[in-house]
T-cell receptor
Framework: NAGVTQTPKFQVLKTGQSMTLQCAQDMNHEYMSWYRQDPGMGLRLIHYSVGAGITDQGEVPNGYNVSRSTTEDFPLRLLSAAPSQTSVYFC?????????????FGSGTRLTVV | QQQVKQSPQSLIVQKGGISIINCAYENTAFDYFPWYQQFPGKGPALLIAIRPDVSEKKEGRFTISFNKSAKQFSLHIMDSQPGDSATYFCAASIYGNTGKLIFGQGTTLQVKP
């Protein structure tokens, strides 16, 4: 059981480049989310999805796009990378039902924009 | 605007002591409050969670205390151990919309032997 798999683990981009961060889960979870983690800022929600075909914005959605065509995959696209998007990105998934509603997180993607 | 405020930012506790981390929230619609633990280089992992129908929940050495009227909740780690050294995050969401889980800023805990 792989859980939540994020690729790549590390990435360096030049300002203005675009890329897609991949996230896949094999637990048949309906809920999936993307967070970014920055020192002193905690984890900030970028976008989330409550099922295939349904996405919504989180706290810091600007500069990012998502889509959810299947239950398993939830890619995050950076349209035109900026240095302010240098961060560690986490994908998470959950059943969205009691008990616990607990999110399972991936191991993260460390992105540097130069 | 930070919807969930967490303190302190860092905490140093001696082995065997009690670690206390506090969180406060603004949105009265929040009704699910989990705590996550994160070790360096890893993703956060769910530690313990509480709904507002109870004022306290205990799992082993970890206890959540919840004060609905004050809109505050806290994590107590009893008999703290060096292996508890990690970053702890509180979070909150609305029942039925737990996809929108909002986190606090995090507390880095160091337990000294």
């Amino acid at each position: 059981n792989a859980g939540v798999t994020q690729t790549p683990k590390f990435q360096v981009l030049k300002t203005g480049q675009s890329m897609t961060l991949q996230c896949a889960q094999d637990m048949n979870h309906e809920y999936m989310s993307w967070y970014r983690q920055d020192p002193g800022m905690g984890l900030r929600l970028i976008h989330y999805s409550v099922g295939a075909g349904i996405t919504d914005q989180g706290e810091v959605p600007n500069g990012y796009n998502v889509s959810r065509s299947t239950t398993e995959d939830f890619p995050l696209r950076l349209l035109s990378a900026a240095p302010s998007q240098t961060s560690v990105y986490f994908c998470a998934s959950s059943t969205g039902t009691l008990p616990g509603y607990g999110y399972t997180f991936g191991s993260g993607t460390r992105l540097t924009v130069v | 605007q930070q919807q969930v405020k967490q303190s302190p930012q860092s905490l140093i506790v001696q082995k065997g002591g009690i670690s206390i981390i506090n969180c406060a929230y603004e949105n009265t619609a929040f009704d699910y409050f989990p705590w996550y633990q994160q070790f360096p280089g890893k993703g956060p992992a769910l530690l313990i969670a509480i709904r507002p129908d109870v004022s306290e929940k205990k799992e082993g050495r970890f206890t959540i205390s919840f004060n609905k009227s004050a809109k505050q909740f806290s994590l107590h780690i009893m008999d703290s151990q060096p292996g508890d050294s990690a970053t702890y995050f509180c979070a909150a969401s609305i029942y039925g919309n737990t996809g929108k889980l909002i986190f606090g800023q995090g507390t880095t805990l160091q337990v000294k032997p």
